[in-house]
């Protein structure tokens, strides 16, 4: 059941704060104690979601972008299905973002996501981003090679320079009438171990299992 006030403060990272994810429970299940209680609250929610999105897409001024990034196995596209499938088609565009292709690689890492950006009075999720930039290629430096990067710019400043220009779209966005919203999704090693095993006995989810995932 929900309680009356949601104290929201507990799941923001406000700017410039250092955290580490161990700071946080993955089971923490807050402000819910059983999941009818969870799905009441989504119902109630996702009506004035709804109304939202049509004062949104009338007004036509504003845009909102929503980025999902989580671990492995964290429920990123059931949250995206669920809480999502509530807005208006007309105002909601929902883009994944997955391995670049070969005309996506010729550009900036930046490219492909901006070119999805919503447009006034819409409503933009992404399912992965241009944060994949700093964790995927920083786990897998071969990546970094794909992109043809001149190489006097691959150099010890590389991640610095990429968090500083995320940063500085980020508020060049807003400062344009994009308000974004970034979630992360976070999940047990355990509970990521028991998902990836459902998956493998699931004809339905055994498609999204690989071996990189839990390497």
Known sequence: MAKQSINIKRFRVPPGRRLTLEQYDPADTYPFETKAGMRRLLQKRARRLYELTELLYAQNRWSVLFIFQAMDGA???SAIKHVMRGLDPKSTQVYTFKSPS???????????CMKALPERGR???FNRSYYEEVLISRVHPDLIEHQRLPKPLVNGNLWHDR???IKAIERYLARNGTVIRKIFLN??????RRRFLERL???AKKWK???????
Not at 102 to 112: A, G, N, P, Q
């Open 209 to 215: 299992f690989s071996v990189i995932a839990v390497s």
């Open 75 to 77: 429920g990123k596209d």
């Open 123 to 125: 409503i933009g999720i």
């Open 201 to 203: 006995h699931d004809p």
């Open 102 to 112: 070969s005309e996506e690689l010729k550009h900036d890492f930046m490219w492909r």
């Open 187 to 192: 999940v047990s090693k355990m509970e990521q």
């Open 163 to 165: 968090y500083e220009d």
